[in-house]
Each structure stands twice: as structure tokens, then as C-alpha cells.
């Protein structure tokens, strides 16, 4: 699974044959066409250069891809694959928007083209790759970075706690969706994506995909203890509240701590009324933890509302400068079932409309954040908009007439910013303030970002986009 020279859909192992005599350079882009949003969280082209761009196929790698390739029916480029190997790295330019910038849909964030004439066919080669690579984090990137948008605006509106935005915020998308994606590179990939808005996670691969790929220094996410339904129905329901309990002994003493506990394996409101309300409830109190009560099932806003009111029955609560409910510290809720970024504004609205300040509760996104998109969620598309035969150069450009929205852009392109927005031009004559910055030259790496100063750019908070490294 790992032989670069098979990371590429069938035909394009025979498109060395099918280019114009004297072809000697394509150039391409790739950008998002709309969709969802119009406009997303550029990440995840420093990690596929790092495990894909900077060693070239082996001999064995060449003489397998080309024995699976002849039995799968299509040509190979023996040739074109052993002068590679004997060149000795990629002989590919790519440029690129710094990692972590809010970008509008179509605008250019990555081009790509050949260094080595004798590889034009190589540009387009690396297409299935590398699309891949930009589209998926890129698109849970804008998923993320768009669920704490709506989580941000409630804030803003029902929260009066100090520095909400530093200490709050960042903690109220936690991620579920490790064992909803289809492998541990997208748990890593997609998990890492997230990271760049959030710093809650339960993805922990994707803390390794941080230290490996994003020159991160230590761990860029938290967590806290937390239930599931095993740990509470391995002690049967009769014995519910020594399952709760066991929490209590075990994690409340925890200076400044949290700890989850999932309360409706059987009944949340006798969970919440009887046990935590009751019987717990002075042990919470005097603990020096948080409890997170989670709900896990029913309609998730009428849920989180009752949940919300029956703490604020038992534990109490105080009434912000804002006007709204804030728990007793010593409780919170996070909603984990059915969170995606239809429901969240949803749950948010109720819990304003109740009374609640939305600080009293976090979100956990599984499947929806990490496995739910494809390719269309923002209409990704790699194209060739430029090539050079025998040593001219030309346009190139579809331009389908069932379907105008596929039409592709021509030319070389520049990406400047004017205004606060970012556009595309051509290249010729904006080369001093084109924000496509070379990245990767060659198998050498010419940026190679933080991880820190990607989310600080998607924050905002770095405003001269050449600053890429």
C-alpha cells in the first residue's frame, strides 16, 4: 500500500503516451469550486510532501508497479520511472497558500508543475495523490473551523466569563471520530485538520501526525477521563450509582480536573435527578473537579435542555451580566450524539432560548466531522490550465458546454491580496506579491510550517501571508 508509483488512478499510467509530441511542462492548480461554503481552511499538503514527495520510487517499487501494472491491463513508463529513480529525487515545483489560511472558493491554493522536461507526464501523475491529500483535512479543516464559528457567535452573545475566547472556546469541539473514519490516516489526517481550530480531541493519532508532519513540540490537544456505556453497565443497573460513585472517588480530587460521565445507559433524568442530583451530590461539589454529564441519546436539543435544567435544579446556578443561567462550577454538560453543523446551531439556539449561557455546554463531533464529506462538499478539482510544446507555451482550459460550472481557469496564476480578500490573477506582472509561495522544489522542502503558527494564521492572527514558515 505504500509504493508511490501505484498512489494513482489506472489510467493515468498511460498518459505518458497521450500528450502532444514536444510536450515539455504542465502546469496545474487546484482549488474548490464552492459547495458547502465558499471558502475553507487550506491544511494537509506538508504532510503528503513529507511521506510521499522526498524519496523517489526504489528499483524493486519500479519492477512491482510495472508488473501489476502490465497484468491490470495498461501501459508502463519503465522507462520514464527508472530515469527518475536514477535522477534522484521529484523533479516537481510546487507553490502554495501558507497552511492555515482562510481561502474563497475558486482561488488557486496549490499549483504544480514539472522541473525536468523529460517529465511533463509527472504533474498530472500525482494528481489522485495529491488532490486527496489537500481536499480531505482541508474540507474537515472548513467543517471545524466553521462548527466553532456558530459556537463562537453564542458565546459572544450569552457569555461574560474573562478571556472566553482563549480559555472557552477552543475546548467546546471535542473530537469523537476516530472509530468513524475508514483508516487511521484519516483518523490522523482528519484529527489533525480539527486540531487546527480546536484543541479537544480524542483522535490521539492524530498527535502524532502533529510531532511528524507539523514539527509540532509536544502534545497540540487534551482530553479528560470519561465513561461509556461498558464502564457503567458492567456494574448492572442496580448498582448505577456505584458505577457513578467509582468516578467520583477516582477523578473529582483532581485539582482544576474534569471528568465525563455518560448518564443515560438507562435513564438520564433518574441519572441525573437521583444520583448526581442526590446522592452525589455533595461529593461533586466539594470535589476540586468539573463533571460533564452526557447525554447520548434522544432529540439532542430538547435533551441538552433538560439535562441543563435539571443540574441547574440540583446544583444551582448564578445569572451573568448577560442575562443568562451559568451551572454551579463544579458541572457542565457535553452533548456527543448527533452533533454535525446543522445541529449545533439548533441545540445552541434552544439552550439561548432557555435561559442558558452557552459556556454550560461543549460538543462532541464524531463521524460527521472527520468522515462526513467527500470531494463535492467543496467541489475540489485539480486541473492543467498550462503547458509548454516544444518550447512554446499556451493556455490551456475545459470548458464543458452541458455544464459551465466545470469550467476550469488558463493560464499561470498569481494570488494577491486586495482588500482583505484574497484573488487570482495572472502571474505575469504580480510575481512580487503573489502569495503562492514555493514550497517544494525538486524533493527539497521550502517551507515547512509550525503547527502553532497555522492555527494562528487560521485565527487571523498572522496577517502577512508570505510569513509561511
Known amino acids: 500500500m505504500t509504493n508511490p508509483i501505484l498512489n494513482t488512478d489506472s489510467y493515468k499510467h498511460s498518459h505518458f503516451l497521450q500528450y502532444p509530441p514536444g510536450t515539455e511542462k504542465v502546469y496545474s492548480y487546484i482549488e ?30 519500479i519492477n512491482q508497479a510495472g508488473a501489476i501494472v502490465r497484468a491490470h491491463g495498461l501501459p508502463f513508463n519503465e522507462k520514464g520511472w527508472y530515469d527518475l529513480n536514477r535522477l534522484g529525487y521529484w523533479p516537481l515545483e510546487i507553490k502554495a497558500l501558507p497552511e492555515g489560511t482562510l481561502v474563497p472558493s475558486h482561488v488557486p491554493c496549490v499549483t504544480v508543475e514539472n522541473t525536468d522536461e523529460r517529465f511533463a507526464w509527472l504533474t498530472s501523475f500525482i494528481e489522485t495523490g495529491l488532490l486527496r491529500a489537500v481536499w480531505y483535512p482541508s474540507t474537515v479543516a472548513t467543517i471545524s473551523w ?16 474573562p478571556d472566553w475566547e482563549t480559555t472557552i472556546l477552543p475546548f467546546r469541539l471535542h473530537d469523537f471520530g476516530a472509530r468513524g473514519v475508514s483508516s487511521d490516516q484519516s483518523a490522523a489526517l482528519g484529527g489533525l485538520a480539527h486540531l487546527v481550530n480546536s484543541m479537544g480531541s480524542d483522535t490521539m493519532v492524530a498527535l502524532i501526525a502533529a510531532i511528524e508532519f507539523y ?32 468516578m467520583v472517588d477516582k477523578f473529582s480530587g483532581v485539582e482544576n480536573g474534569l471528568y465525563a460521565a455518560v448518564s443515560d445507559s438507562y435513564d438520564i433524568i433518574n441519572a441525573v435527578n437521583k444520583i448526581w442530583g442526590d446522592a452525589l451530590r455533595l461529593r461533586v461539589i466539594e470535589g476540586k473537579a468539573i463533571l460533564v454529564v452526557r447525554p447520548d441519546s434522544g432529540v439532542p436539543e430538547k435533551v441538552v435542555v433538560m439535562v441543563l435544567n435539571l443540574l441547574g435544579d440540583k446544583f444551582g446556578f448564578t445569572i ?50 472527520l468522515q462526513g464529506c467527500n470531494r463535492d462538499t467543496l467541489k475540489w478539482a485539480m486541473k492543467t490550465s498550462w503547458v509548454q510544446v516544444n518550447g512554446v507555451g499556451r493556455d490551456v482550459f475545459k470548458n464543458p458546454v452541458t455544464d459551465p460550472g ?64
Request: with cysteine; proline share 3%.
Open 32 to 61: 474548490s469550486r464552492g459547495g458547502m461554503d465558499d471558502r475553507f481552511i487550506l491544511f494537509g499538503l506538508q504532510a503528503y510532501i513529507k511521506k510521499c514527495l522526498m524519496q523517489v520510487p526504489t528499483v524493486d517499487e
Open 146 to 161: 466553521s462548527a466553532i464559528q456558530i459556537i463562537k457567535k453564542y458565546l459572544n452573545e450569552t457569555c461574560c466569563a
Open 215 to 246: 514539527n509540532a513540540k509536544g502534545v497540540v490537544a487534551y482530553s479528560i477521563p470519561a465513561m461509556e456505556h461498558s464502564t457503567v453497565t458492567a456494574w448492572g443497573q442496580e448498582d448505577e450509582a456505584g458505577a457513578y460513585s467509582n
Open 320 to 369: 451573568n451580566a448577560k442575562g443568562y443561567k451559568v451551572l454551579h462550577p463544579r458541572v457542565r454538560v457535553i452533548q456527543g450524539d448527533g452533533i454535525n453543523l446543522w445541529s449545533i446551531p439548533v441545540i445552541l439556539e434552544a439552550v439561548k432560548q432557555s435561559g442558558w449561557s452557552t459556556e454550560n455546554i461543549a460538543m462532541g463531533m464524531g463521524g460527521q466531522l
Open 406 to 469: 466545470k469550467a476550469s481557469k488558463k493560464g499561470r496564476f498569481a494570488v494577491v491580496r486586495e482588500d482583505g480578500t484574497l484573488k487570482c490573477y495572472p502571474e505575469a506582472g504580480h510575481e512580487k506579491d503573489n502569495l503562492l509561495c514555493m514550497v517544494y522544489r525538486n524533493s527539497k522542502l521550502y517551507v515547512d510550517h509550525n503547527f502553532d503558527d497555522v492555527r494562528a494564521r487560521a485565527r487571523g492572527e498572522i496577517v502577512d501571508m508570505r510569513k509561511a514558515a
